[in-house]
């Protein structure tokens, strides 16, 4: 089957990362002020929850299925067989997961029953997830037209149906509701590319063993990205798990667009180590590097400097102490950034999925036990430090593993000019606070002459003072001609 360019894919993943930029932008700060700390609480701990069990639906068949379908997709016959043996595995899974979340319900939920209820079709959206498929033969417009239309549509119902913390089970039933809609949505798709296609026994039971190795580091992953809050809820208060959870939401926004890159380019490493072509997974991760560090460092140094006033202006002032809980989470956008490309370029196309779950585990260990002991004495900073130290290690680890096909020395150095830019950058959005007064409009000059430091210091490196000038040169002026041409082009 024939795969959409990486241009093309790159192109519509950028612009749906924008749209699930766009809407909780809109969203979050009505709903700081229409539900209220408590209900964005009890919303975000009973999410926690019905993840679990989608984790365990989805059994690692994300990565894996993404994967397989990848290594196959050329030939129509063996695409066919394993997505449909791989299917039917994940709806058995699926369903049995489905019930044991509303056996919990059952024995376990007596407060905020109905939120927990309504939660249990997020758990069912699980059931149809089946984006891996499309992400396998690089197919990526499909899935992106489906998710924007849902996603422009859940922000219409939350602002005609929420208006205040009594709408707390309105807003979970529509998010619940949403997820839903946007997997099933896709099957009618599936059966029209995809024909249905007899197999075996055989054909099911290959999946389970790499399957049950990814689920158990996705399993491990979601120890550090879901757990802390579930131990927020019942260590400290509700409140709490609130704060951390719209800390996370403006932390995820530059991380959504570093995540772009695995996203559109697993895929194609997939199918490049399958050909025994290295050498193109490095040409790809040399530029994927440079990405990473162009937004890391971007959104890392400009959080620090503008998240107390963003807080206050954005959340509201009951929500301030989202500020340092921004600026203490702002090192993993750049972790988890380096982290993505080091797995989906490397670690899980060369198949080191022992190798990279036994990493996870470790990861889930030490963010546990640090969770554990200090947030009863540090509250959200601990799960903080517990996060941070996590996926630090991680990094380094999965570095560690793929040494002989990257030059880890070549990837320090080549960060060195983005944290000068970053700095600087820092030092003047720190200079004008002492300037103006704290105000929506003085936050935007901050984001603006900040940014404009930024790029020209990055140009006097790159265009100026690098010894590769002229080819960073040519990559920008055939960047500023294409960019003319389509301009011309439309008028």
Request: a positive charge; proline letters at 2%; glycine letters at 6%.
């Amino acid at each position: 089957m024939k795969s959409d360019s990486i241009k093309k894919n790159m192109t519509f993943q950028f612009a749906y990362q924008i749209v699930i930029l766009i809407v909780p932008l809109i969203m979050a700060p009505y709903l700081t002020r229409s539900l209220g700390e408590t209900s964005i609480g009890v919303y975000s701990y009973t999410y926690s929850i019905a993840y679990y069990y989608v984790l365990f639906c989805m059994l690692g068949i994300a990565r894996y299925g993404q994967r397989i379908i990848a290594e196959r997709k050329d030939d129509t016959i063996a695409l066919r067989k394993t997505f449909w043996s791989l299917y039917v595995l994940h709806a058995i899974v699926s369903v049995v997961g489905f019930l044991f979340y509303l056996l919990f319900c059952e024995l376990f939920c007596n407060d905020n029953i109905i939120i927990y209820l309504s939660q249990s079709l997020y758990v069912l959206s699980a059931l149809f997830d089946i984006t891996w498929l499309f992400y396998g033969i690089e197919k990526f417009k499909i899935v992106v037209i489906r998710n924007a239309v849902v996603k422009v549509l859940e922000l219409i119902f939350v602002f005609v149906f929420v208006k205040n913390p009594n709408d707390l089970i309105k807003y979970t039933f529509i998010m619940a509701i949403s997820a839903l809609i946007s997997q099933a949505s896709l099957f009618p798709t599936v059966i029209n590319k995809i024909k249905p296609i007899k197999f075996g026994k055989k054909d099911i039971l290959e999946h389970i063993k790499p399957l049950f190795v990814l689920s158990v580091s996705v399993l491990a992953i979601s120890m550090f990205t879901v757990f802390d809050k579930t131990l927020l809820g019942i260590m400290t208060t509700k409140d709490n798990v609130a704060f951390y959870e719209y800390a996370n939401k403006i932390i995820n926004i530059p991380k959504m667009f570093i995540v772009v890159i695995g996203t559109v380019l697993f895929p194609r490493a997939c199918s490049c180590i399958a050909n025994n072509d290295i050498d193109g997974v490095k040409k790809y991760y040399k530029y994927s590097i440079l990405v990473v560090y162009f937004i890391g460092f971007a959104s890392m140094f400009g959080l620090l400097g503008i998240a107390d006033l963003f807080a206050t202006v954005y959340f509201g002032e009951s929500f301030a102490i989202c500020g340092t809980v921004i600026k203490s989470l702002t090192p993993i956008i750049l972790i988890i950034g380096l982290g993505d490309v080091f797995r989906t370029q490397f670690l899980i196309p060369l198949k080191k999925d022992f190798s990279y779950t036994f990493c996870v585990i470790i990861n889930a260990v030490i963010n546990i036990v640090l969770s554990l002991l200090l947030i009863p004495k540090l509250g959200i900073y601990g799960a903080v430090i517990g996060t941070l130290s996590a996926e630090m290690f991680g990094v380094i680890y999965q570095g560690y593993l793929i040494r002989n096909y990257i030059n880890i020395k070549q990837t320090i150095i080549a960060a060195i000019p983005f944290f000068v830019a970053g700095a600087g950058m820092l030092i003047l959005v720190n200079s004008i606070k002492t300037i103006y007064n704290l105000t929506i409009f003085d936050l935007l000059i901050q984001v603006i002459f900040g940014a404009t430091v930024y790029i020209v210091i990055l140009y006097i490196w790159f265009l100026v003072l690098d010894h590769n000038r002229m080819e960073y040169r040519k990559i920008v002026k055939s960047v500023l001609k294409k960019s003319a041409n389509k301009t011309s082009s439309r008028k």
